[in-house]
DNA sequence: TCATGTATTCCATTATTTGGAACTTAATTT
DNA sequence: AAATTAAGTTCCAAATAATGGAATACATGA
């Protein structure tokens, strides 16, 4: 196939890449890694890991537990809160996602497209279950989130098919779409000004969600509302696309004025 | 003073020490910084300090806005929200703060110790006020937070002096320790098997903490309940130190079990 | 004790980072 | 519009840090 030297050429972040790659490797592992572990899919000397992983300790970004395993380190949150309290998309939602959640008395999801995800920088429960922060920062999948489709559905048709390329569908339930279907609802979506989750992602929830996004597109999101489907049927959810829809433009409205006459 | 060459002489991480520096610096500042306020600040040649930026940003750690300035980047949560998922201390203690927040009616709190500061790892409030994730991987003075104290209480003295030389006492309120009023304290703490924060930090903001720890010492933190000043009198902090002691306790328990027999 | 798996250190070689200066681009003034 | 100043980017020889194979230390259990 092709004769580039692998995939993410372009990226050339040198030592940093590396060590980033490894940070990954183990802070998505399922759960802490001996030192064999991670040499076994590092594919890396035995003196040069070692050396990474203990750079990354001594600064946090990993731990060591009492056995000597190496798992993900708390100076993360201390980066990530920081991240997060002072991210203007987010700052300036705020009061619309509340103000959805009291009215549909549903859960409400900010979301953000980055790269071929979607990362979810806030959360509105209803009954607030006390599993506060779960999900935020969370990477979803594109094409069987609301959020996701709706991103998807303003994006200039040559940008949509570079990232339809770089995806690789997975089936999570009967529904999920394919390239195919996924391609088919688009015209629906950009029609209807927002996108329906149908049970895609998981079994038994469902979803509604409008696009967010910025005059030269240089960021695009979403706001949605999801519940478990026996509440959500599909008229409920017809029903609040428009108010799903009007925080959108609300949304896009305050953010205008929060960033000012462009320069 | 002294002839070491800076604070931190022990930490050799090369590369990675220096871009983290860099991504310190503009992950704490108030605002998006641009490339010439990094540069009065960061003490780097040009040349360096914008190859550094470069990289960062390619790997999603910072990223620019549409004005060319630099803030922190979304990869940092979701990192962060792997480290927060799995985190052994937090999932063991959930159910335990819950119960405290249903008993107490008030905010309860879990924090760790991390070098000189704690670092809040969950937090469970009443009435949700929407404002989940705030505060949760905020870093917070050890010397005047109920956490923060109860968690000096049981250092070894060696190390409890190792750190108290480490810290610089800030008065954030008339009640705020300084050195000597703090060492004073630890003695009742250590008799008490909790501490008292009476508006130290916050006027107007009170709380009672337990220490929990494992034992080596590896770990340290607490558990507390907070709430304004009005509702938590004296008469009732002293009354929740009961189940506050008896939560910590709960948590180091099944820690124990949960870790299981060591090795 | 010895055997075995695991983690750490060493150091000559190799690759990356460094930083001053030259260059490009954008904004501001005359 | 041209000139001036400021802001950001690129270049490349020298300095520095990362690499990786092999030797060494450490832990575990027969």
Not at 119 to 145: F, H, W
Not at 164 to 182: C, D, I, V, W
Not at 202 to 223: H, K, Q, Y
Not at 229 to 239: C, H, I, Q
Request: hydrophobic share 40%; charged share 25%; proline share 5%.
């Amino acid at each position: 196939m092709g004769a580039r030297k692998g995939p993410m050429e372009g990226r050339e972040t040198g030592t940093l890449g590396k060590l980033m790659a490894l940070l990954d490797l183990v802070t998505h592992a399922d759960g802490p890694m001996r030192f064999t572990d991670i040499l076994a899919v590092a594919g890396q000397p035995r003196g040069t890991l070692h050396r990474q992983l203990v750079h990354l300790s001594e600064e946090g970004l990993l731990e060591v537990d009492d056995d000597g395993r190496y798992l993900p380190g708390l100076r993360l949150l201390d980066l990530a809160s920081r991240s997060w309290a002072r991210n203007e998309f987010r700052l300036v939602a705020e009061p619309h996602l509340t103000a959805l959640q009291k009215l549909t008395g549903e859960t409400v999801h900010l979301g953000v497209l980055r790269g071929t995800s979607i990362i979810y920088l806030d959360k509105v429960e209803g009954q607030q279950s006390v599993r506060m922060y779960s999900q935020i920062g969370n990477a979803s999948p594109i094409y069987c989130t609301g959020v996701g489709k709706a991103a998807l559905s303003i994006l200039p048709q040559a940008r949509l098919e570079a990232l339809l390329a770089e995806l690789e569908f997975q089936r999570f339930t009967p529904s999920t779409h394919t390239a195919e279907t996924l391609v088919a609802e688009m015209d629906d979506i950009r029609h209807e000004g927002c996108a329906f989750d149908r049970e895609e992602h998981e079994v038994g929830i469902r979803c509604v969600a409008a696009p967010i996004w910025s005059d030269n597109l240089s960021f695009i999101g979403g706001v949605s509302v999801t519940g478990p489907a026996y509440r959500l049927t599909m008229e409920r959810l017809e029903e609040w696309s428009t108010p799903v829809r009007q925080s959108a433009q609300d949304i896009m409205r305050d953010m205008r004025i929060g960033l000012g006459p462009r320069r």
